[in-house]
């Protein structure tokens, strides 16, 4: 039995109920997290002497996979708003460390590289970046490509931007010091909503110059949400020595950069087959896993964002050894196209190991990944809970991100349960058959109160 403790981002359930239907397809694995109600949202910080209780509580466990902006901020949101001191901060993650000493277990960390997003949405940022997120995202990236950088943004606003950032990245500097006392397993640094330039590479660069200096078990990667779950397939496929070769739908387009990201997509996938403690591979007849990537041509589609690309339009074999499939065609949401041909095919259960077209590549990427390792090595399988699992990405993943969420955009304001399980019902019918999944009905929620994610449980 592994005995592993999991502390997430934040309380969506891609965070939070993902690792453990992920989990449970294993009855080897037990997972244990705090209570839902102690981890942040949108709107509050979570509880984190309540997390820290809970933690130091535990029953002994053989690995810790920790979100450390939990810890330090009170989630993936308020590290970019919470006006606490870096003594107050410091405080907290040195109690967390002590914590985890007296535990003797093996540490999976990340920690976020603070995002700059490139829009004027302050939902996910402190109260101006509504009049000025766009002209920040400009002096962060002008500063980087040139050396200087000339705005107009209030003194007042951006003296407070690089006050929060330059905290946050002390911080980090910290955690690299904890790495060089060899406190982590392994630790990630992690690179939210990427462009070329920006401040946010610019720290990047200089924590992997300490990385490679020391030669940490540190890295560096694009991406955020996917990461705890990355983590945690590697954590249960360490010394396994698996070897993925991932197959494109588009071969010739590989060296294309995602929407919210800096790598080409090919380094994206090698990047997170690494991370999950894997060994990437170009030939099929050499791996134990097959990836089938539904990648993009000349751009990748936006579906929040009303950027339609054109879906695949070819034909594609299922492998005839395990594989999982990844769609990245768009950001936010399946390839309709390609999930019908998917979906026309039979599956074998025994050697599919799961889809996932969750918002960005990296998104995907690590969440499909978690599901695949997890199942390929599970010592006490269960059939059923990797059925439910499916059944759930692809009700959200396609139905909803792809579909539903547009329809019901087009003429609610407001976000209505009703109408959303009206919506869903077809795609639950034909997925229960399809699949032969066990579920009475699916509890809809909407977790952040917008359109953007749902929470579907089967029950």
Same mark, same amino acid.
């Given at each position: 039995m ?7 981002i ?9 690792p ?9 694995i037990?997972l ?5 109600n102690?981890?942040?949202?949108l709107?509050k ?5 309540g997390?820290?209780n809970?933690?130091?509580?535990l029953?002994e ?6 979100s450390?902006?939990?810890?330090a ?5 308020p590290?970019?708003?919470c006006?606490?001191?870096?003594e107050?901060?410091?405080?907290r993650i040195?109690?967390f460390k ?11 960390a ?8 490139n ?10 970046w ?6 920040i995202f ?9 050396g200087f950088a ?6 007042d606003i951006?003296?407070d931007?690089?006050?929060t950032r330059?905290?946050?990245f002390d911080?980090n500097k910290?955690?690299?010091?904890w ?8 630790l990630v640094?992690?690179?939210d909503?990427?462009a070329e330039?920006?401040?946010n ?8 110059v300490?990385i490679?200096a020391?030669?940490?078990n540190a890295?560096?990667k694009?991406?955020?949400?996917e ?5 945690l397939a590697?954590a ?11 197959v ?5 387009y590989i060296?294309?950069?995602s929407?919210?990201?800096d ?6 996938v090698?990047?997170q ?8 591979c170009?030939n099929?007849?050499?791996?134990? #896993?097959?990836?089938?990537? %539904?990648?993009? @041509?000349?751009?990748q *589609?936006? =579906? ?6 054109e879906?695949?339009d ?10 999982l499939?990844?769609d ?12 019908k041909r998917?979906?026309?095919k039979?599956i ?11 918002n ?17 090595l599970a ?11 499916q059944?759930?990405r692809f009700l ?8 539903v969420?547009?329809?019901?955009k087009?003429h609610?304001?407001?976000?209505? #349960?009703?109408?959303l399980? %009206?919506?869903? @019902?077809?795609?639950? *019918?034909? =997925?229960?058959e399809?699949?032969d999944v066990q ?7 909407y ?9 579907a449980?089967?029950?």
């Open positions: 592994q005995q592993i403790a999991f502390i997430p934040d309380n969506r359930p891609v965070c939070y109920t993902l453990q239907q992920i989990a449970a397809m294993d009855k080897n037990h244990y997290l705090p209570d839902r102690l981890l942040g949202d709107t910080q979570a509880d984190i002497d997390i820290l809970w933690l130091e509580n029953h466990v053989d690995k810790v996979i920790v450390l902006d939990t810890i901020y009170g989630g993936l949101v590290s970019r708003r006006s606490d001191t870096f107050q901060i410091v405080e040195e109690k002590n914590i985890l000493n007296k535990k003797h277990s093996e540490v999976y990340f920690s976020s590289i603070m995002r700059i997003s829009n004027n949405c302050n939902e996910e940022e402190k109260e101006y509504n009049l000025y997120g766009k002209k400009k002096y962060s990236f002008d500063y980087h490509k040139n000339n705005t107009d943004v209030p003194p951006l003296d931007y690089l006050k330059n905290r946050n911080i910290l955690y690299i010091k790495s060089e006392e060899h406190f982590f397993n392994t640094f992690s690179k909503d990427c330039f920006g401040l590479v610019t720290e990047a660069k200089v924590l992997n300490n490679l020391h030669k940490l890295l560096i694009t991406g955020a949400d990461i705890p779950l990355t983590l590697r249960v496929s360490e010394n396994k020595h698996i070897k993925i070769a991932p494109f739908t588009q071969k010739d060296n294309n950069i929407r919210y990201e790598v080409p997509v090919y380094e994206s090698k990047g087959i690494e991370l999950a403690g894997c060994e990437i170009d099929t007849d050499d791996a134990d #896993i097959v990836m089938l990537v %539904n990648n993009f @041509k000349n751009e *589609g936006e =579906l929040v964002m009303g950027v339609d690309v879906g695949f070819s034909e594609f074999e299922l492998p005839k050894k395990p594989y499939v990844v990245i065609l768009n950001a936010n949401g399946a390839d309709n196209a390609f999930v998917l979906l026309e039979e074998d259960w025994n050697n599919f190991l799961g889809y996932a077209g969750w960005t590549t990296g998104n995907s990427l690590g969440s499909a990944l978690c599901c695949a390792i997890v199942k390929y010592q006490n399988p269960d059939i059923n809970a990797f059925k439910k699992v059944t759930v959200d993943d396609w139905a909803y991100q792809a579909n969420r547009k329809i019901l087009s609610l304001k407001e976000i209505n #349960i009703e109408e399980e %009206n919506e869903m @019902k077809p795609y639950e *019918g034909f =997925l229960k399809k699949f579920f009475s009905r699916v509890n809809y929620s977790p952040w109160n917008r359109f953007f994610e749902i929470e449980d089967l029950l």
